[in-house]
């Protein structure tokens, strides 16, 4: 696979996917995901798509695609931040057909470089009854423009 010519990094590492494990205000905690009373929909936090931690909050797996230059995109899977209340509703219909209609009001949860984004409010919701929720919508103007605008690779690949 040749090298891209503006970044030299493989080409075919410009299309890539970044997980979270842990939204950072539990990677703050001092047992982490292995505090108390957690719940996790799965396992382990690396396997789940929902979390709640006392004293922390209840936190959703979403979806941020980001257009890079040359045709190349970064979808990162991050923690939403939702309302505690939210949490049962969204476990209900997570493996239901309903879930073709789920929308989550939240906070980003991760800090993504190069734009930080934690804690700015936005909206996920279904694009494909297969995939966890995108974040599609925010009222903050940068991650606003984090979604709709292309953005030069070797400025975000560098800090994956």
């Not at 979808?75 to 309903?98: N, R």
């Not at 209609?101 to 297969?130: C, S």
Request: glycine share 6%; charged share 15%.
């Amino acid at each position: 696979m040749p090298d891209c010519p503006s970044c030299g990094r493989a080409l075919d590492a410009h299309n890539r996917h970044h997980r979270f494990t842990l939204p950072t205000p539990v990677l703050a905690l001092p047992d982490r995901d292995h505090t108390p009373g957690t719940w996790l929909s799965h396992g382990t936090a690396e396997e789940s798509v929902m979390m709640q931690v006392p004293g922390v909050g209840a936190f959703v797996r979403a979806l941020l695609p980001v257009q890079l230059d040359g045709g190349f995109k970064v979808t990162y899977g991050l923690w939403l931040g939702i309302h505690p209340d939210q949490l049962p509703q969204t476990f209900a219909v997570w493996w239901e057909p309903e879930y073709a209609d789920l929308r989550l009001d939240g906070v980003v949860a991760n800090e993504i470089a190069p734009w930080g984004l934690f804690p700015t409010p936005a909206t996920a919701t279904v694009r494909d009854p297969d995939h966890t929720p995108y974040i599609t919508t925010s009222p903050d103007a940068l991650l606003t423009n984090v979604l709709t605008q292309t953005w030069p690779h070797e400025d975000v690949l560098a800090h994956l």
